[in-house]
Nanobody, 125 residues
Framework: VQLQASGGGLVQAGGSLRLSCAVSGLTFGNSAIAWFRQAPGKEREGIACIVSDNDDTVYSDSVKGRFTISRDSAKNTVALQMNSLKPEDTAVYYC???????????????????WGQGTQVTVSS
């Protein structure tokens, strides 16, 4: 199983970025895919998750209303559209996959079996 995150970069506050996670070797329809982020000196935090059997989506309070997670089953990719970016969104962003996950548990890193390598997002003020 491989997850490949891409799309990070440098953007000004208020701008947008779209991250993509390419998933291979996984039964996409039975998996939950999430985005985490880790800022320097901070814990890795779960920010968004899509539970693939019913397309339920959940978000952390810090990104709700600004970020949108979606999946493209034909391409086996999961995207994170990030709008109204703030300097505090600066972090390395990771995608992760869990074979079985209840949406309410999406923040718990231990439930995820596979991780991508991370992509840097930097938001300047």
């Amino acid at each position: 199983v491989q997850l490949q995150a891409s799309g990070g970069g440098l953007v000004q506050a208020g701008g947008s970025l779209r991250l993509s996670c390419a998933v291979s070797g996984l039964t996409f329809g039975n998996s939950a895919i999430a985005w985490f982020r880790q800022a320097p000196g901070k814990e890795r935090e779960g920010i968004a998750c899509i539970v693939s059997d019913n397309d339920d989506t959940v978000y952390s309070d810090s990104v709700k209303g600004r970020f949108t997670i979606s999946r493209d089953s034909a391409k086996n990719t999961v995207a994170l559209q990030m709008n109204s970016l703030k300097p505090e969104d600066t972090a390395v962003y990771y995608c992760a996959a869990a074979n079985f996950l209840e949406a309410s548990n999406f923040r718990t890193k231990l439930y995820y079996n596979f991780w991508g390598q991370g992509t840097q997002v930097t938001v300047s003020s």
